[in-house]
Each structure stands twice: as C-alpha cells, then as structure tokens.
C-alpha cells in the first residue's frame, strides 16, 4: 500500500512554455500533499505543501505565480511550472501524507528540462 | 547550524560488511524519525518509521533513536550490491507535517 505515482516522469520543454506535472496517491487519500525540488547530490528542498480544497503554503523564496499548485481531490495534485527557464531544470518530487500512518510517502519523480 | 546533520559520505563497503548511517539534530521537538532509501532518479521510499527514543527491526534494517544524544542510526547487516542507494534521515514533530532531511549519505556495497 501507500503508493505515489507521479506523470510524466521526464519532459523536456522550450523555455516560455509551461508543464503541469501530476502526483496521484493511487492507495489512499491524501488530504495534504507536499512538493519538492532537488539538485543533483543535494536533498529535497520543499517548496510548497499542498492542501486539498485550499491555497497551496510556498516556503520562503518559491515564487507562488511561477509554481502553480492545485489541489481539487483528495488523491490529486498538481504543480504547473510557467514560463519556465533553464533554471527550472530540476528534479521534482511530491509526496503524499497518509493520515493512517502519519507518513509522508515519495513518489518517483519528474526531471524537467527546459532548453 | 542546520537543524539535522547528516555525513554525505561518500560510503564504499564490501559485500556482507555491516553498515552503519547516522544522523545528528539539534530540535529536541522531533519526535519522529524517518529512513528513506533513494535510487539514482528516483523518488525516496521509506524504510523506516520509529517514533521517540529506542530501537526497531525490520529484516537487515535496524533503526535507533537516542533522543538523549539527539542521534540516530541505520544499521544495515549482509550489505547487498542492491542497497548501494543515498539514504536520508527525516524526521518532524509530533502535530506538525513538514519533514527535516539530512543531506543524505551515498552508499556503495561493492560485490
């Protein structure tokens, strides 16, 4: 059980275009889901926790209207890129908590490239 | 000083070798920890949960929490090629949601 997935897994985009990377919980509801950004060799940097039914909570420094988040169900959510930049390239990871455990689950991952 | 201190190794261990990982924090809020395994381009997947101070097993896998000292361990025995990965630490308050990662330590068990 407990299972994240994550769509797509890689995409490579032109700079200016915008990507919508989904993280489903395939197991079990999620009423809080979490976005993380990590460089290479580096740990996960969370960037923002996503609550279903509610605005989205960025940390400090991740800019809101560059990282859309969504979060319309309990086993849905969603984080929009726009106008992304060669700096965007970055591996991008959710994770989904699980009320029953208290436990943040991983899901694989997307790499983003933006040329 | 970061609030959770962990050795980014890099880790090369033979074939069968025990393998120790730790982690220090400085939070003595925390009151759950967490071991996760992660794969070269992939998502982390938990290994294990403890809450509080003491120790859990669970196959190779033992974790230890000595909330005294604010250090935690990952002992894994009969090291495997397979377990050559980056392990992270985490752990977070009771109440509260957000995970603290240790920077994570590069292993390699080398056949």
């Known amino acids: 059980g407990a299972v994240v997935s994550q769509h797509p897994s890689r995409v490579i985009c032109k700079s200016g275009t915008s990507v919508k990377i989904e993280c489903r919980s395939l197991?079990?509801?999620?009423?809080?889901m979490f976005w993380y950004r990590q460089f290479p060799k580096q740990s996960l940097m969370l960037m923002a926790t996503s609550n279903e039914g509610s605005k989205a909570t960025y940390e400090q420094g991740v800019e809101k209207d560059k990282f859309l988040i969504n979060h319309a169900s309990l086993t849905l959510s969603t984080l929009t890129v726009t106008s992304a930049h060669p700096e965007d390239s970055s591996f991008y990871i959710c994770s989904a908590l699980a009320g029953s455990t208290d436990t943040q689950y991983f899901g694989p991952g997307t790499r983003l490239t933006v040329l | 000083q970061k609030e959770v201190e962990q050795d980014p190794g890099p880790l090369s261990v033979p074939e069968g070798a025990i393998v120790s990982l730790n982690c220090t924090y400085s939070?003595?809020?925390?009151?759950?920890f967490m071991w996760y395994r992660q794969y070269s381009r992939k998502g982390p997947e938990l290994l294990m949960y403890?809450?509080?101070?003491g120790n859990k097993e669970d196959g190779r896998f033992t974790a230890q929490v000595d909330k005294s000292s604010k250090y935690i361990s990952l002992f894994i025995r009969d090291s495997q090629p397979s377990d050559s990965a980056t392990y992270l630490c985490a752990m977070k308050q009771t109440g509260a949601n957000n995970l603290f990662f240790g920077t994570g330590t590069r292993l390699t068990v080398i056949p």
């Open positions: 939070n003595s809020a925390f009151q759950y």
């Open positions: 197991d079990f509801q999620a009423t809080t």
């Open positions: 403890t809450y509080s101070s």
